[in-house]
């Protein structure tokens, strides 16, 4: 386990003044997987991801990462091996997309250096693989909701990290685009080793694209395991309070989850 494991959490809690969001958290996240977080809201999963982000720091426990203490880490290491989506995102200058998607880059440019050609095919590989390419020049605050977030994802792309963390960063995507990102990360995960770490309010949209899923009530972890043992009826209705039904889709042999409705 020592040989994947790339964070470790001991002991971990994390208040907002004296209002207590995650208590005694101990986890082992492994490099090379798609790793869920899901929950109901308030149960601690976007301050979960900012912890692991270091933007945050609990007020008790330890978090590192490859082995050292996430602390110790310099703001321009840790950007160099962690990227953020997050669910909302505003930019209220004039940047053109493609030089959004450049800031991506910004942690690999040594200071008063352009960009490098390298630089430049990574920024365009990106914004094709979210399928912005035509959008290049438009200014962000042209953009819709949908296209100003694959700008983001295209932007944490074009960083090159080996870890992903999306916050619900789909949750205001059609279908279409949800479903390609989704994709993408699946494949980079398989054939590049990338660590994805995503909260994702979508349960069937978990069970088809995710290794293993972490289940955050009432800010302490619920369950932690496979998709085939954490989708279940009593898990469903213990954290969600939903009556629901779980079967094998014949199709893609993943977990479906079912809605029963009155």
Avoid: W
Wanted: hydrophobic share 40%.
């Amino acid at each position: 386990m020592s040989n994947t494991r790339l964070f470790q959490l001991t002991a971990l809690s994390f208040a907002y003044q004296k209002s207590l969001v995650l208590e005694n958290i101990n986890l082992q996240l492994s490099r090379g997987k798609f790793h869920g977080l899901i929950g109901g809201n308030g149960s601690g999963k976007s301050t979960l991801l900012e912890l692991l982000m270091g933007t945050l720091s609990p007020v008790s426990g330890t978090i590192s990462y490859q082995n050292k203490s996430l602390s110790d880490y310099s703001r321009k290491e840790l950007a160099t091996k962690l990227a953020l989506v997050p669910q909302h995102f505003s930019m209220d200058f004039e940047y053109r997309v493609k030089d959004v998607v450049l800031m991506g880059r910004h942690p690999h440019i040594p200071r008063f250096s352009s960009p490098s050609g390298y630089d430049n095919e990574t920024v365009e590989h990106a914004m094709k693989t979210m399928d912005i390419l035509h959008l290049q020049n438009r200014p962000v605050v042209a953009l819709s909701g949908g296209e100003l977030q694959r700008v983001v994802m295209a932007r944490a792309l074009a960083q090159e990290t080996e870890v992903l963390i999306l916050d619900e960063a789909t949750a205001n995507l059609d279908i279409q685009h949800t479903i390609a990102i989704m994709q993408v990360m699946r494949k980079r995960v398989k054939e590049n080793g990338l660590t994805v770490i995503a909260a994702i309010h979508d349960l069937n949209l978990a069970a088809a694209f995710c290794d293993n899923c972490l289940v955050l009530k009432d800010g302490r972890i619920y369950a932690h395991d496979t998709v085939d043992s954490i989708f279940t009826t009593d898990l469903l209705q213990s954290v969600f309070a939903v009556n629901a039904s779980v079967a094998q889709n014949p199709i893609t042999g993943f977990p479906e989850i079912q809605f029963k409705y009155h």
